[in-house]
């Protein structure tokens, strides 16, 4: 949504990731730093990704306190 | 075309809620977005507690209790905010070093901070806004804004699907990390200075040996490595205590830290019997803050301007303020531009690098003591008994609370050498 033209061409093949309901605290830090808007809130603040639009770029990893995401 | 909205706010945080409830007030159409799908649970971390009697960024806030329920005042501003959950009252701050001792600082005449409830707070923010005719879409994630002439028109992310909703103006309230701004180019001119990861986890029967107050914990040993950790009531559930620490990439390790001060370290006792009841996070990115914070039909209230954060107080400061600069602009006033200049007048850190320094101080001084450094100067104090912050003159807040600790431990006359010297460097910075 918000990526450059050459961010674009570098993107990854699409290997979604993954939340475990069970670690997440649905602090939603996730969906804010989602270069592609992939991830969501869904029903009771758990947040969901958009498998179609999620890049496997990994950033939604890198930034969860709670160890809740991993590529499926 | 006319317009779907007068004013569409994107962000349900305490900024936009209140522009909501204000605008909606005022007769305006309003339509509130936010991107969780219940808007009032507070998820994400804040320091919970309204700093009472200190004036800071152009504001003061007081708290009056009646009936069970609370009112917060702003001064400046004239309003007021209802709050109906648990609020507790601090009289004390509490610093600890590595080896344990103990800085206080006590003002008996009133308490120097309370400490609510965010999704209490929330909640009747977003009763407020709905009862005063605002509608709001819940689940809706704001990924983008396009200016035409005279409205604007905002894209919106719900469960894989996209819709567009338009308004005479847009609030961008979406947080210190807006999504909005960096797709609008707001950031461009804003490199981020400082970023990570922080984590909050609640806890109910911790036994804390002292009156309720906000403890800061320095010592490397407690953490178990860097960044900071805070201990404070939390007014969630009864009897509970939150600790807060921030460090570096990768987040996880924030966990690891919070771990290691709650069954390892020196204080481990405190949370002996206690039990864990929910956690909040962040990400904090600290960038420049922006000078004039508006684009076309778009103004950027609260974090998503801010340099670091506006602070709770801060934040609501500029959700009233917007919802009369929005009222201006309808009426053919050019209200985002009287906006920018409050912005500008009254947050000390918009276009002053000084200010900005300072509002940092307290964190570089601490980050930049060694261990017994900090272990020599609170053993002083402690000795000295608690620092009394009775009276306006002495209650510090962001901006000079560097300051004011320098000049309390340069008043130390064991204080000499290297240690004076690095003091002092420190508040010429």
């Keep these: 949504m918000c990526m450059s033209a050459a961010e674009r061409v570098c993107k990854k093949q699409s290997v979604p990731v993954h939340i475990l309901a069970e670690k997440c605290i649905r602090c939603g830090v996730c969906i804010d730093d989602c270069p592609e808007a992939a991830i969501t809130y869904g029903d009771g603040n758990m947040p969901v990704v958009d498998k179609a639009a999620c890049s496997g770029c990994e950033k939604c990893i890198e930034v969860c306190c709670a160890g809740a995401l991993s590529l499926e | ?429």
């Design chain 2, 1 to 429: 075309m006319a317009a779907d909205y007068d004013v569409i706010v994107a962000g349900a945080g305490p900024a936009g809620l209140i522009t909501a409830w204000k605008a909606a007030e005022k007769g305006l159409k309003v339509l509130l977005v936010e991107k969780k799908s219940n808007p009032a649970e507070a998820v994400r971390t804040t320091g919970n507690a309204f700093r009472n009697r200190s004036p800071i960024n152009g504001e003061m806030v007081s708290v009056s209790k009646k009936d069970g329920a609370a009112v917060i005042h702003f001064h400046t501003s004239n309003f007021d905010v209802p709050y109906s959950g648990r609020l507790i009252d601090a009289y004390d701050r509490y610093s600890f070093s590595n080896s344990g001792y103990c800085m206080r600082t006590s003002r008996s005449a009133c308490p120097q901070q309370y400490f609510y409830d965010m999704s209490v707070l929330q909640e009747g923010l977003l009763n407020k806004a709905l009862g005063a005719g605002a509608d709001i879409l819940a689940g809706c994630l704001a990924v983008g804004a396009e200016n035409e002439k005279n409205r604007v028109r905002l894209q919106i992310k719900r469960h894989g699907t996209q819709s567009v909703f338009s308004a005479s103006r847009l609030i961008a309230a979406d947080g210190l990390n807006s999504r909005l701004a960096e797709c609008m180019g707001l950031n461009e001119q804003r490199p981020v200075m400082l970023r990570g990861p922080v984590l909050e986890m609640v806890y109910q029967g911790v036994e804390f040996p002292y009156p309720p107050g906000f403890a800061f914990i320095l010592g490397s040993d407690m953490k178990g490595g860097d960044g900071f950790m805070f201990v404070y009531p939390h007014a969630a559930a009864e009897n509970a205590c939150a600790v807060m620490v921030n460090c570096r990439f990768p987040a996880a390790k924030c966990l690891d830290r919070i771990k290691h001060f709650t069954t390892k370290s020196k204080f481990a006792s405190w949370f002996a019997h206690a039990r864990h009841i929910h956690s909040t996070a962040a990400m904090v990115t600290v960038r420049p803050p922006m000078k004039k914070p508006v684009i076309g039909n778009v103004l950027f209230i609260g974090d998503a301007a801010a340099y670091g954060e506006t602070l709770v107080a801060g934040a609501m400061f500029c959700g009233f303020h917007a919802a009369d600069a929005v009222c201006r602009e309808l009426a053919g006033d050019n209200g985002f531009e009287w906006y920018c200049d409050l912005w500008a007048a009254n947050f000390d850190f918009v276009g002053n690098p000084q200010k900005q320094k300072d509002y940092t101080k307290i964190l570089r001084l601490y980050g930049s003591l060694p261990d017994a450094d900090l272990d020599f100067l609170f053993r002083l104090s402690q000795e000295r008994g608690p620092i009394d912050m009775t009276g306006q003159e002495k209650g510090s807040n962001e901006y000079n609370g560097g300051n004011v600790m320098i000049d309390y431990f340069l008043g130390f006359s064991e204080v000499k050498g290297e240690l004076r010297s690095r003091l002092q460097d420190m508040r010429n910075s």
